[in-house]
């Protein structure tokens, strides 16, 4: 009976330790992606700033459109919104990087020292979501209406961007249990 409860112990212990080196692939992942988009921004600048100062400017949209005032044409405003995006990847691709490696390393700790390590992870994959889904589906598709540039629209990949980063941080967050957790370090 004893050595039942052992294996039964050892195979829970197997199963969380499987669990929590994929939530922290998985956020390594994710901090790889922001992080080759931020480089790449940085490395080809013109590529996507032509992006970005297609969409501020709007001048891809319909024409005669009741909301052109958004248009903003000065280039200075245009670079700093760039710049603003970058670092916003880089910083994502950062957090998750420090919340891959603090995961990974307490992948053996109990639950609470776990889901203290998931702390740079959260921060990082909010902060791609909210670049992501506040700064290019909210702000450029609706406010800029990049939805009406057949060139330059960019929401379909900004909403598999997001929705990757948001599977991710559900999956990080989903409960462990506390008692299997606590028979293994007793047993």
Not at 82 to 95: F, R
Request: with cysteine; proline share 1%; aromatic share 12%.
């Amino acid at each position: 009976m004893g050595s039942l409860r052992s294996g039964t112990l050892l195979a829970i212990h197997f199963c969380m330790n499987v669990t929590r080196i994929i939530k922290s692939l998985l956020v390594a992942s994710v901090a790889l992606f922001a992080s080759l988009v931020a480089l790449n921004n940085i490395i080809d600048y013109g590529s996507n700033f032509q992006f970005v100062q297609r969409v501020l400017s709007m001048d891809t949209t319909f024409p005669d459109n009741q909301l052109m005032y958004r248009a903003i044409t000065s280039e200075t405003i245009h670079h700093a919104a760039y710049a603003v995006i970058i670092a916003m990847e880089a910083l994502t691709g950062l957090l998750c990087a420090i919340g891959a490696v603090q995961m990974f390393n307490s992948r053996n700790a109990g639950a609470a020292r776990f889901r203290a390590a998931r702390l740079f992870a959260t921060l990082g994959l909010t902060c791609g979501i909210v670049l992501w889904s506040t700064g290019f589906l909210a702000v450029g598709a609706e406010w800029f209406l990049m939805w009406q540039s057949a060139q330059w629209n960019g929401q379909e990949a900004a909403f598999r961007f997001a929705m990757v980063l948001f599977a991710t941080l559900i999956f990080l967050h989903q409960a462990e249990s506390d008692t299997a957790d606590s028979q293994v370090q007793e047993g």
